[in-house]
């Protein structure tokens, strides 16, 4: 059964940081890509960046504030988020899916196959 778990949401004052965590279970996570997207109340999920295995891709609202890394011996991926703004407020959610190629990134929510529950980040002005 693959499971990911997300964590290390929370309250964080506007400038701040915050580091989520994604634990991944059931399959072999290294050879995954893995997502990150949130969803703001009242809006659609929307693409934050992603990793594959030989790097990172952001959207244009996570470029130069966030970091996507990931630890393959502990299945785990990172997102840092620093410089935070009220507007980051969200649901944070990881996801996973399969690329043969380890290159290609993908930005499309249909994409990912796998997702976790989701971590709460309020960002307060």
């Known amino acids: 059964q693959v499971q990911l778990v997300e964590s290390g949401g929370g309250l964080v004052q506007a400038g701040g940081s915050l580091k989520l965590s994604c634990v991944v279970s059931?399959?072999?996570?290294?050879?995954?890509?893995m997502g990150w997207f949130r969803q703001a109340p009242g809006k659609e999920r929307e693409f934050v960046g992603d990793?594959?295995?030989?790097?990172?891709y952001y959207a244009d609202i996570a470029k130069g504030r966030f970091a996507i890394s990931r630890d393959n011996a502990k299945n785990t991926v990172f997102l840092q988020m620093n410089s935070l703004k009220p507007e980051d407020t969200a649901v944070y959610y990881c996801a996973a899916t399969r690329d043969a190629s380890g290159f290609t990134h993908y930005t499309n929510q249909n994409d990912y196959r796998y997702w976790g529950q989701g971590t709460q980040v309020t960002v307060s002005s």
């Open positions: 990793i594959t295995r030989v790097g990172s």
């Open positions: 059931g399959r072999t996570f290294s050879s995954d890509v």
